[in-house]
Nanobody
Framework: QLQFVELGGGLVQPGGSLRLSCAAS????????IGWFRKAPGKEREGVAW????????KYADSVKGRFTISRDNAKKTVYLDMNTLKFEDTGVYYC??????????????????WGQGTQVTVSS
């Protein structure tokens, strides 16, 4: 069964940067579009970025556009999320997941399967 492990979270000051990674194991993720999501305390889980199978297409939530970059290295079975100019409101647990084959460019959690356990990102001064 496909499993994801997210790494790279931590505590960072506003304006700082972090790089998250999402490593796949158990089954090839090369044929799956991948999404990054986050869940802040008291809020619903929201999609922040999506990347196609080849990596040639990406999509971002308006709240992170211009600050976050999603990329993938299929040879390493890993998807990355580079986060720059971090804000307090970027705080949350960040998850990656595989998009259902019946979906396309969705940032809705219901379109995804095989969730990782998440990594905590805290933006604080």
């Amino acid at each position: 069964q496909l499993q994801f492990v997210e790494l790279g979270g931590g505590l960072v000051q506003p304006g700082g940067s972090l790089r998250l990674s999402c490593a796949a194991s158990g089954f090839s993720s090369d044929y799956m579009a991948i999404g990054w999501f986050r869940k802040a305390p008291g809020k619903e889980r929201e999609g922040v970025a999506w990347i196609s199978v080849s990596g040639g297409s990406t999509k971002y939530a308006d709240s992170v556009k211009g600050r976050f970059t999603i990329s993938r290295d299929n040879a390493k079975k890993t998807v990355y999320l580079d986060m720059n100019t971090l804000k307090f409101e970027d705080t949350g647990v960040y998850y990656c997941a595989a998009e259902s084959p019946s979906s396309w460019q969705s940032l809705s959690p219901i379109a995804y399967n095989y969730w990782g356990q998440g990594t905590q990102v805290t933006v604080s001064s």
